[in-house]
């Protein structure tokens, strides 16, 4: 008797450690790629910024200087203007936002044929960004389609790539046009998972279409305003490709991105500088991210 | 009483037509803001020369700039080395993720849990943050423009992928597995013959996701591997400091070559990949 209840949970002990032993063989692979191209890098770079590096010998090697890197970045006017530049590419966000709360409302609708336009807005999603970015350039010439579209109403052409305004302009909207498809199905989604008893309430309190839409519908769609934001932030603090090949940075910098200068500091051999602006732009990116996920938390819990 | 209750009907009636209508109306004039951009690239893809570029939509058929370009770019490499850079990743990546999914979901390991969501933390990290030291770990491994900086890191998963394969099997009952360690299967044989066939909607989805993410994606192989350019990396040297002098023509022909593969698949699973939005957005 006494044998039988201490061998039952041996038994089941030792199947434990079975599954434990497969469990860590399934996810082992996984863990290598982590281990070795993520948190090995993450953890090199970190080191490199409290360095002089130029890549040209061995970390080990390069004198530690402490916080200099961070300070020389940090009072680098061209790093702030880099900053600068790179949030303002953010106002594409909310434009982005407005736009597609519309048509997800529209296609909501559940009329006819709507199953069309979902695939159609979501074409420039999926299309290669370096053909995009080459389209635009065609585009935006000062003797494109845009400005012959442009001359019929009387409009004389814009130096749409050369002048820095209009270049922010130009890539803004680039971003806008080619995103608008994720956000449009990311608030479908949303829209859809809102229950109708809440309009129906509103209604039978009297609220009109506008405030049913203002009251009801956009704070419901809190999770979604949230994704969306978030990973925008996310994405737009990186951007690098568009202003790149669009705009090569330029003209006068007005598009040189964080992502830019940091290229530039690569290719000046200041190893270290570019990783001190990758760390900024993760801990910006970091925080931002923090805060939205407190705000929602909080008004989840309210 | 009648009378105005049947008007009132009417004029119901006539709003939501109405209101259809002008649906239908914005509907199609967004459709074609965001298709005339595409449009205008095919037209002018089929231009004599880059002159006429900027002339009247579908003015001239040139369909010979589409063989033009495979002489002066070098699209068919693009092609080949996108290829060879995305088929092996995602046929073992997947593969990986999905075995990864399979542990998080259905094994009761130790520590699973935290794990996981130490994984997904990682997720956090910005590439920049690690692409400059991967570049000097590719270069100590000679890997630099070569494609394998592109390839063998996706051959150890992709956690966004493990992500969304395990959220999709945690909908799967357990009572499956069990029944099927009492008949005697191991787990990689239930893996392999009852979870990968219930997996394949949800990895049609991810798999199409992430075939166009590495398909499009510029940033990576135009760091480590500019050598071995993939298609992108070969459309985006096609933007000169001399816009003028650029054959406009060709490289819309060019472009449109490269956006081809995706489109196709695209069209194939769109379904799929949209209905993945509204799959996710409900877990919001």
């Keep these: 008797m006494n044998t039988n209840i201490v061998e039952k949970p041996k038994k089941r002990k030792v199947k434990h450690v079975q599954e434990n032993i497969i469990g860590y063989l399934f996810i082992l692979p996984v863990f290598i790629g982590i281990a070795f191209f993520i948190v090995y890098p993450f953890f090199y770079s970190l080191v490199s910024t409290f360095k002089n590096w130029n890549g040209l010998v061995p970390l080990s090697v390069a004198p530690t200087v402490g916080f200099e890197m961070y300070r020389r970045v940090l009072s680098d006017s061209l790093f702030w203007q880099a900053f600068g530049n790179t949030l303002i590419t953010l106002i594409g966000i909310p434009i982005g936002m407005i736009l597609s709360i519309a048509i997800a409302m529209l296609l909501n609708r559940g009329l006819k044929f709507t199953g069309i336009f979902r695939v159609i807005f979501y074409i420039p999603v999926v299309s290669s960004i370096t053909a995009i970015i080459i389209l635009w350039r065609a585009m935006m010439n000062t003797q494109g389609p845009i400005n012959d579209f442009l001359a019929l109403f009387g409009v004389k052409a814009i130096n749409f790539l050369g002048e820095p305004g209009w270049a922010r302009f130009s890539l803004i909207m680039m971003l806008v046009w080619k995103g608008l498809g994720t956000s449009i199905l990311l608030y479908l989604a949303g829209l859809q998972g809102i229950s109708d008893t809440y309009k129906e309430a509103a209604k039978i309190d009297g609220a009109n279409d506008w405030q049913i839409f203002w009251h009801v519908t956009f704070p419901l769609l809190g999770p979604t305003h949230f994704f969306i934001v978030v990973t925008g932030i996310i994405g737009g603090m990186q951007l690098y490709v568009e202003p790149e090949l669009l705009l090569g940075g330029g003209p006068s910098r007005a598009t040189t991105t964080l992502l830019i200068y940091l290229f530039e500091r690569f290719g000046a051999h200041r190893i270290s500088e570019a990783s001190v602006v990758a760390w900024v732009l993760g801990v910006f990116v970091f925080i931002i991210t923090a805060i939205q996920f407190y705000t929602n938390y909080r008004r989840e819990k309210a | ?284």
């Design chain 2, 1 to 284: 009483m009648k009378k105005s209750n049947i008007k009132a009907n009417r004029s119901i009636k006539r709003a939501k037509l109405f209101s259809d209508i002008s649906t239908y109306v914005i509907l199609v004039l967004g459709s074609v803001l965001m298709l005339a951009p595409l449009i205008w690239m095919l037209s002018a893809s089929l231009k004599v020369n880059q002159f006429s570029v900027y002339g009247p939509l579908f003015h001239e058929w040139n369909f010979s700039n589409y063989i033009e370009v495979f002489k002066t770019i070098p699209v068919w490499k693009g092609l080949l080395n996108s290829v060879i850079v995305a088929v092996p990743s995602i046929i073992v990546g997947t593969f990986v993720s999905g075995l990864a999914a399979y542990a998080f979901a259905k094994i009761k390991f130790k520590f699973c849990n935290i794990i996981f969501i130490l994984m997904l933390a990682v997720m956090m990290i910005p590439f920049p943050v690690i692409m400059i030291p991967q570049y000097y770990i590719f270069s100590d491994l000679d890997w630099i423009g070569t494609l394998l900086p592109l390839i063998i890191p996706k051959l150890f998963g992709n956690i966004m992928m493990i992500f969304f394969l395990r959220q999709f099997l945690t909908h799967i009952p357990d009572a499956l597995v069990e029944s099927a360690k009492i008949d005697g299967a191991n787990h990689f044989q239930i893996f392999w013959i009852i979870i990968l066939p219930l997996l394949k909607p949800a990895l049609a989805a991810q798999t199409v996701l992430w075939f166009i993410g590495i398909w499009n994606d510029y940033l990576a192989p135009n760091f480590f591997s500019a050598a071995s350019p993939t298609l992108p990396v070969v459309i985006g040297g096609l933007v000169s400091d001399f816009p003028i002098q650029e054959p406009v023509h060709l490289n819309m022909a060019a472009s449109i070559i490269s956006m081809i593969p995706v489109l196709a698949i695209f069209a194939i699973f769109q379904k799929q990949i949209i209905n993945s939005f509204v799959l996710s957005g409900m877990k919001e």
